[in-house]
């Protein structure tokens, strides 16, 4: 936020900081509702809170708040339905929060987005009418709900790690989160704003490395290798360090009363710390070998440790005694869990069983078997009655802990669970899969309450918030998700309807356009081409591929004839108008990334990771020959309008040109620092532009054969280029989720659009305008050029 004072203001400027602050309170402080409801649906209002530089999205999602004061109800202009459009448009500002923060030019994009659905409430179709009305600028209007839309479950996402997250957790005061992840940093957020308050470097990517005091005050984590950090939670300065062990530290724990911290290592100790004085207490000494996790019973007067020494032992917290060891048959533990009342212990072992312990004793009440699958985490209800397991198997069981009982199990996964969090009243258990989804479920009933899907990649971590209301999941994808498990009733759309139409199950690998502008095809991972009206956006028809993967698209000159390769090393051709196969090319000795058509219709060009290209005469299906001299994979291909010319791109950092008539190389393009994920012409044959994974796009005269210029902006791998019908636009997508739209004279990105996963592939229609890209999650976003003809 940029500081400036009132003094610093003019009279103009002050009137409007004075009006986007002040005047949406002062109305609902006066009873003025009506107005409050215009305001708050203006798009012109909107947009000058979010470019104010001492407001932003962040304020302007809380004057949406206002109208849950208490006072409110009793007004006589307070309006339920209106209300309800408030609370939509808040929560598509919420969901795109993390990328208006960046990119302020894209609130018109996401609104819309968010917002476009046919029973919306007419609030809303009026404020998507002054969107396209009002918004001066050039922007990507999406078509088709493509984005998850406003209403549902998600709340909001934060993005900032580079790596995995790989555990995620919620301050006992509820306010606060903090994340592990895979690029070695600890992350502290703000659960209410989404705001990231500081980062901490670690040297482990690992859940157990930090601790939360009781109170919220203090984190402690493990700094560097045998080196803990005390600091305070809400300045992120540091209190005192500490530093004792001879090997890493593997895990850390706060007793229930705050006063004790203890770490674990690979030192074969454990340690006991005074947290008021950064003292060291005692060392527990007897393991073994490395000590790898432990668990502190309620009272705070226990430790459980378990080590790779096959043993489970129980210390006494407050004399350093230990009580007793347990020798295992298994010597790899898992996860242990404590019950509430501090009685029973239950570890997780790689034998695929669960074991039962007496606290006091020490003594095996009983076995749990039933997995079929190495249990990767284990959780005991708050009430103490029941253990939950989450195994690879793709299960959950539920287990009752006084018989040993499984009561049943819960089914639905389709792939690993890999985390469990129970809700605080005991009558829920949120599970985290690989399959990139969280699932709700009923305790009681075992039945499944539903699915929360948003994900693009493994759930590795969940955490309930203390009132139950709201959880937070950590992926793979890099980024932390805020969901709502509050009941609540869809006003306007349908469960099914909250998410984003996909379209595909599996990453849209490749798109392409019929000559006429009138029929989209896509190609996914899911072994599927789906051809959809380009007008509407509706699905036509689906064609199955069931042997492999399809990588690439071409449609021939006349629109009549699709053509995708394949990951099984072959092409096929298809009848566009009945979707039945006419052929397939074989000779490849590898997966087929990219293919082809000349502008003459006459020939196909395909590229393949056995580092050749091959051309093939489309009336007959024969091979005419092979083009050799890259050292790498191909990953595209693009014919010049000529027909005679064909330009590769490949893994070995190069183009190359090669001439269709003589079959030899012409000439080598080499200046990327990374491999070349795409490649175009444009249509008056004059540049080409690659794409690549050093994150630039790279603009090429083909008659000099020297580069012209590059372009800087996407933040991750450019994995795919488009050329306008004009040769004066281009439109990229990247892994950093955006689509991009340039001006290739001036250089500049005239537009920007943010889906919600990596942007694998794009064209443009020959309408100029009508752009669409087909990203890893699934989705086809179908989009328009907004304020000019390209």
């Known amino acids: ?120 409430p007419g609030e809303i179709k009026a404020l998507l009418a002054q969107i396209k009305l009002k918004t001066t600028t050039f922007w990507l209007c999406p078509l088709t709900p493509s984005l998850t839309s406003a209403g549902g479950r998600l709340l909001r996402t934060l993005t900032g790690h580079n790596g995995w997250i790989n555990y995620v957790a919620v301050t006992p005061n509820g306010q606060q989160v903090i994340s592990v992840s895979h690029d070695k940093t600890l992350k502290v957020w703000n659960l209410i704003t989404g705001e990231e308050l500081f980062t901490l470097k670690t040297d482990k990517a690992w859940p157990n490395v ?29 209190i005192f360090t500490l530093s004792a062990h001879n090997g890493w530290i593997n895990a850390v724990a706060i007793t229930p009363n705050g006063k004790h911290l203890v770490s674990a290592s690979d ?8 947290l008021e004085t950064g003292e060291e207490i005692f060392t527990f000494t007897g393991h073994n070998d490395s000590v790898y996790e432990f668990a502190i019973s309620p009272n705070g007067k226990q430790v459980i440790s378990v080590s790779l020494d096959s043993t489970l032992k129980v210390w006494n917290l407050e004399t350093g005694e230990e009580l007793f060891t347990i020798t295992l048959n298994n010597p790899w533990i898992n996860t242990v ?17 669960l074991k039962v312990w007496n606290l006091e004793t020490g003594e095996e009440l009983f076995t749990l078997i039933g997995h079929n699958g190495w249990i990767n985490t284990v959780a005991v209800t708050p009430n103490g009655k029941q253990v939950i397991s989450a195994s690879d198997d793709k299960t959950l069981k539920v287990w009752n802990l006084e018989t040993g009982q499984e009561l049943f199990t819960l089914a639905g996964h389709n792939s690993s669970v890999d985390a469990v969090s129970i809700t605080p009243n005991s009558k829920q258990v949120i ?35 203390p009132n139950g209301k709201q959880l937070i999941s950590a992926s793979n994808d890099k980024t932390l998700k805020v969901w ?138 024969q091979e005419l020959f092979t083009l050799s001299g890259h050292t790498s994979a191909i990953n595209a291909v693009a014919v010049i309008p000529n027909s005679k010319q064909v330009i590769s791109a490949s893994d070995d950092k190069t183009l190359k040109v090669w001439n269709l008539e003589t079959r030899k190389e012409e000439f080598t393009l080499t200046c990327h620092n990374s491999t070349i994920k795409a490649v175009a012409v444009t249509p008056d ?68 659009f943010t889906g919600e996963s990596s942007i694998s592939c794009c064209t443009v229609a020959p309408d100029g305008v009508t752009i669409v890209a087909g990203d890893a999650s699934g989705r086809v976003h179908f989009l328009c050029l907004e304020g000019m003809e390209i």
């Not at 930090?210 to 540091?238: H, M, R």
């Not at 030192?267 to 005074?274: C, Q, R």
């Open 1 to 120: 936020m940029v500081e400036t004072t009132d003094r610093s203001l003019s009279k103009k400027s002050y009137r409007v900081k004075a009006y986007l602050g002040r005047y949406p309170y002062n109305l609902v402080n006066s009873g003025n509702l009506e107005k409050y409801y215009q305001t708050l649906t203006n798009f012109n209002f909107l947009v000058d809170k979010i470019k104010h530089p001492e407001f932003g999205v962040q304020s302007l999602i809380e004057d949406y708040e206002l109208i849950d004061a208490e006072d409110t109800l009793n007004y006589l202009e307070y309006n339920p339905d209106k209300v309800k459009s408030l609370k939509l448009i808040q929560a598509a500002l919420r969901l795109s929060a993390h990328i208006l923060v960046i990119d302020k030019q894209q609130l018109a994009s996401q609104l819309y987005g968010r917002l476009l659905n046919q029973k919306m």
């Open 210 to 238: 930090f601790a939360v005091t009781p109170n919220s005050e203090q984190l402690i984590y493990v700094y560097f290798y045998s080196i803990l950090k005390v600091l305070n939670l809400e300045t992120g300065d540091d």
């Open 267 to 274: 030192d074969k100790t454990l340690k006991v710390w005074n």
């Open 337 to 353: 869990a404590i019950t509430p009342n501090g009685k029973q212990v239950i570890s997780a072992s790689a034998d695929k069983t």
């Open 431 to 465: 599970s985290a899969s690989n399959d990139k989804t969280l699932k709700v479920w009923n305790l009681e009933t075992g039945q499944e309450l539903f699915t929360l899907a948003g994900h693009n990649s493994s759930v590795n971590a969940v955490a309930i918030t």
């Open 484 to 621: 709502t498990l509050e009941n609540r009733k869809e006003e306007f759309i349908h469960s099914k309807e909250l998410y984003a139409n996909k379209g595909h199950n599996s990453s849209v690998d490749a798109v392409a356009i019929t000559p006429n502008g009138k029929q989209l095809i896509s190609a996914s991972s899911d072994k599927t081409l789906k051809v959809w009206n380009l007008e509407t956006g509706q699905e036509l028809f689906t064609l199955t591929r069931r042997n492999s993967l399809v990588k690439a698209l071409a449609v021939t000159p006349d629109g009549k004839q699709l053509i995708s390769a394949s990951g099984d090393k072959t092409l096929k051709v298809w009848n566009l108008g009945n979707g039945k196969e006419v052929f397939t090319l074989c000779g490849h000795t590898s997966s087929v990334k990219a293919v082809a058509v000349t502008s003459n219709g006459k020939n196909i060009i395909s590229a393949s990771f056995d580092t050749t290209l091959k051309v093939w005469n489309l009336g007959t299906g």
């Open 685 to 752: 044959g004059k540049k080409a532009i690659s794409a690549c994974g050093d994150k630039t796009l790279k603009v090429w005269n083909l008659q000099t054969r020297q580069e012209e210029f590059t372009l800087y902006g996407h933040h991750n791998w450019v994995k795919t280029v488009a050329i306008s019908p004009n040769s004066k636009k281009l439109i990229s997508g990247s892994s950093d989720f955006t689509l991009k739209v340039w001006n290739l004279e001036t250089k500049e990105v005239i537009a920007t």
